[in-house]
């Protein structure tokens, strides 16, 4: 609840910037190559801590041996309340690399962050470098105001072991496939459940409404911004698939299996102690998986595509990582040469990825043979290059029409609601609602 809360407020959070006389401090953009530049310290703040803050530090030493006139200080543990607040008042970063690319629609149109259309220009940073969706969901509101750099790219984990002993010669290549499969590899005592093949619950581990919409084709809005989860028949297919399932189990029976397994980011992971047969996660498990159950004989694979549309396997649900230039930043042309750099520099985005494997946003590092030899890490660079992969779309209420999506679809699962297309309906109007009332950047 704190954090759905915390997500409704960003966006005021980032208005208010506007109207701070904090915001706004700047030098003018003097191009670095220049002769007679000087020496420049600038600071970069990320979500990473621990080994994969060390990873992130060691490609910034990477970058200031190669711009030597650039110092960088990394400041870790920055979430998203933090880098807002940066923006209004306080100290503020230079640089601020955030893990969500669905909040560019906040800090675009705001101006939290700079627009970047002329560093792109003056400096020809083609389009055709990045994954196009990757490129795409670094701007709202016709502004760009970021780079993608690395993204997050979900796809199917499933136990080899499992499926081999019920029978089942790889993964599930689609939903009918995915809930025969869950059924087969379930265990049960009595009405308790030892293993469950596939647990479908909203929320649970990495079953959000932000990934599995991409996954069923499902759009969120239309051409002119207004929702489209009553109107787009796949978000109702989405909940009569899960909601078949769900029943199956026992909804009560499957609430208890979920309350007991262990916590996504720890060593007692249902999937990696053999709770869990199949789950959906993103391509950084792999490298739990590798540190905490290094003897787990499983797979990676796209999650399997809707039964009428079979020609869209192969795809995957992005979350992108974007770098973006505050408009409190001192120095903008250096902050500038940072992000490009971490953005565009195929040694740097090959190094990221493989050390904190993450999925790489440019087409040349997508493609390098160092990530593709990471076990089980081949089909996600390949999920990022399928066309069909797509991202959140961004607003300027932030998350907001994610988590009302989450709460009604938690509430569908418990049998609350009984009626899907009025319910659909109703979240499609609250949708609209926030986003009516957002002002930021509707001035243009």
């Not at 795409?136 to 199917?156: E, F, I, N, Q, W």
Request: aromatic share 10%; glycine share 8%; hydrophobic share 40%.
């Amino acid at each position: 609840m704190a954090m759905r809360r915390l997500r409704h407020l960003l966006a005021y959070a980032v208005a208010v910037c506007l109207t701070s006389t904090g915001c706004g401090v700047a030098t003018s953009d003097v191009p670095l190559d220049q002769p007679g530049r000087e020496p420049v310290t600038i600071t970069v703040w990320s979500a990473y801590n621990g080994r994969e803050l060390g990873v992130f530090d060691d490609v910034i030493d990477d970058f200031e041996r190669e711009h030597p006139w650039i110092t960088v200080k990394s400041v870790g543990s920055q979430d998203n309340d933090r880098m807002v607040a940066a923006l209004r008042g306080g100290p503020a970063p230079d640089v601020q690399w955030a893990p969500q690319s669905d909040l560019a629609g906040v800090y675009c149109p705001s101006g939290g962050w700079r627009d970047l259309a002329h560093y792109i220009e003056r400096d020809g940073i083609d389009a055709k470098t990045f994954v196009p969706a990757a490129w795409g969901a670094s701007t709202a509101d016709d502004t760009r105001c970021a780079l993608p750099v690395l993204g997050d790219m979900y796809g199917l984990y499933y136990n080899k072991k499992l499926l081999a002993e019920a029978g089942l010669d790889g993964p599930p290549r689609t939903m009918s496939e995915l809930d025969s499969y869950a059924r087969k590899l379930t265990v049960r005592s009595g009405k308790k459940i030892e293993r469950a093949g596939y647990a479908p619950l909203t929320l649970f581990y990495a079953n959000r409404p932000s990934y599995e919409g991409q996954l069923w084709g499902a759009e969120w809005f239309d051409k002119d911004g207004k929702s489209t989860v009553a109107s787009d028949p796949d978000w109702k297919r989405l909940l009569q698939w899960r909601k078949k399932l769900i029943d199956w189990y026992g909804y009560d029976n499957l609430r208890a299996f979920t309350a007991g397994a262990g916590a996504q980011y720890s060593t007692s992971n249902a999937f990696q102690t053999g709770q869990l047969a199949m789950m959906l996660d993103g391509e950084f498990r792999t490298a739990f998986v590798q540190d905490e159950a290094p003897d787990l004989d499983y797979g990676t694979a796209p999650f399997p595509a809707p039964d009428d549309r079979p020609d869209s396997y192969g795809a995957g649900a992005w979350t992108v990582h974007l770098a973006g230039i505050t408009n409190r930043s001192t120095h903008p042309e250096a902050a500038w040469q940072l992000v490009k750099w971490l953005a565009t520099d195929t040694g740097a985005q090959t190094a990221l990825a493989k050390g904190l494997h993450n999925v790489p946003t440019t087409q040349a590092a997508v493609k390098s043979p160092e990530l593709a030899a990471i076990p089980h890490f081949k089909p996600f660079l390949d999920m990022a290059a399928n066309a069909h992969s797509k991202v959140p779309p961004n607003t300027p209420a932030g998350v907001s029409y994610q988590d009302t999506m989450a709460s009604f679809l938690q509430e569908w699962e418990a049998g609350a609601v009984s009626d899907a297309q009025q319910g659909l309906s109703e979240q499609a109007a609250k949708i609209d609602e926030f986003i009516d009332q957002i002002t930021i950047g509707k001035e243009k």
